[in-house]
């Protein structure tokens, strides 16, 4: 199977965290698996949802969050303050990681990773490894080619496919702090009238900033859901950036933006911000 799909004349071109070998590009080639679409990669998860926002992309596959170590806070802060984004659908990828050497030597002096995986396995390097030099990079693919291009002594952190496209030898296998580890990534495209069919389970998200902070605001807040006898699946709050100890808050809402209690409930809360914006409504992912 190639690992990116070439199409110099397809419509869709899907932007993704490369190199060639990241849990990114695998969801990407999944995603993209019944449409001709050119799988483009960027070095950066940032650089991806911009390239879409410019429209050099017609669509962004990026992470968002994952089970062991939370949210992907790059995705959110530049979705809340940098673009017009919204997402189109979202899928939810199992997460093994690997420990890969150049040639099989379990002696390691620095493991290198990105980021998340490298606090996804942070019992394990503490374990095995309690000296080694930790050292965070763009990407899982992008650790694999330092490692295979760089002298004895230094492993990598991702995944079998990686080990395979990077010519590097699996040390050991299932390595992340807990077994039912799991990714979820987001697909983005730039605002338009989006098709929703109105069938089967939707998810909305939407992202604001209250209006006044008192005692009580944020219940007041929740209450605009609860009262519409709408479920929320996450919240998350990030820094504002406006002062420390400001923030915005994510909502993950079940229900698509077509059912009348999911519009009456953002308008409620949206008359209770500063500012909110609908990040999109697209269809749950299903395993
Ligand atoms: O480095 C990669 O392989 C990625 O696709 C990035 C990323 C992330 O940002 O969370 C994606 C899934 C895993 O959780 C680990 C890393």
Redesign the pocket.
């Known amino acids: 199977m190639p690992s990116v799909i070439r199409e110099p004349f397809a419509a869709i071109q899907v932007g993704?965290?490369g190199p060639s070998?990241?849990?990114?590009?695998?969801?990407a080639l999944r995603l993209c698996e019944k449409t001709v679409c050119e799988l483009k990669p960027y070095t950066t998860?940032d650089s991806v949802i911009r390239a879409v926002a410019t429209g050099e992309i017609t669509e962004g596959i990026?992470?968002i969050e994952?089970s062991i170590?939370g949210s992907?806070n790059i995705?959110l802060d530049v979705l809340a303050h940098d673009v017009e984004l919204v997402i189109v659908s979202e899928f939810v990828?199992p997460?093994r990681?690997a420990l890969l050497t150049k040639g099989g030597e379990k002696k390691i002096d620095c493991i290198i990773?990105?980021?998340?995986?490298l606090a996804?396995c942070r019992n394990y390097i503490a374990r095995h490894y309690p000296k080694a030099r930790l050292e965070a990079v763009?990407?899982?693919?992008?650790?694999a080619q330092l490692v295979a291009e760089g002298a004895p002594g230094l492993a990598a952190i991702?995944?079998l496919r990686?080990a395979e496209i990077h010519g590097l030898t699996m040390i050991d296998n299932d390595i992340q702090d807990c077994n039912n580890?799991r990714?979820r990534?987001i697909l983005l495209k730039q605002k338009t009238s989006q098709a929703i069919e109105e069938q089967g389970q939707y998810k909305t998200s939407i992202v604001c900033k209250m209006n006044g902070e008192r005692p009580g605001s944020l219940c007041e807040l929740l209450l605009e859901f609860s009262r519409r006898d709408v479920n929320l699946s996450k919240i998350e709050s990030r820094p504002a950036r406006t002062s420390l100890g400001e923030y915005i808050f994510f909502f993950d809402i079940e229900g698509g933006i077509h059912e009348a209690h999911v519009r009456q409930a953002i308008q409620a809360v949206r008359e209770r911000s500063l500012w909110l914006k609908n990040l999109g409504s697209y269809p749950c992912f299903v395993l």
């Open positions: 993704y965290l070998g990241t849990y990114s590009e695998e969801t998860i990026v992470p994952n170590e992907v995705t990828l997460i990681h990773s990105h980021p998340q995986p996804q763009e990407s899982t693919a992008k650790a991702g995944s990686a580890n990714t990534f």
